[in-house]
């Protein structure tokens, strides 16, 4: 059985940074590309990051872009989202995907996804 378990999320200012943290069991770690997405109350999903198994290729959304950074451990099964400069437009609930294929905003059909984590950033 497949689990992705979310941690790390809060309540900051905006500035503030965060890291979340997400672990995986029940996969091949190594093989699967790993990815945050986040949902904001009343909007659809969002593609933030994503990061191949190798750790060569990284992929973030524009507004995330010089202020996260995705990174994985594939010893220890963890995905990072380290987030720096935290802006109120980054409150959502944020969400770690596993696909053995590519992760965007248009590709994540039979991706695993975590539960979810809440990030607030009060302005």
């Known amino acids: 059985q497949v689990q992705l378990v979310e941690s790390g999320g809060g309540l900051v200012q905006a500035g503030d940074s965060l890291r979340l943290s997400c672990a995986a069991s029940?996969?091949?770690?190594?093989?699967?590309?790993l990815g945050w997405f986040r949902q904001a109350p009343g909007k659809e999903r969002e593609f933030v990051a994503a990061i191949s198994w190798s750790s060569g290729t990284t992929d973030y959304t524009g507004s995330v872009k010089g202020r996260f950074t995705i990174s994985r451990d594939n010893a220890k099964n963890t995905v990072d989202l380290q987030m720096n400069s935290l802006k109120p437009d980054d409150t959502a609930v944020y969400y770690c995907a596993a696909r053995k294929l590519t992760l965007s905003q248009n590709s994540y059909e039979n991706a695993y996804w975590g539960q979810g984590t809440q990030v607030t950033v009060s302005s």
């Open positions: 029940g996969l091949t770690f190594f093989i699967y590309t």
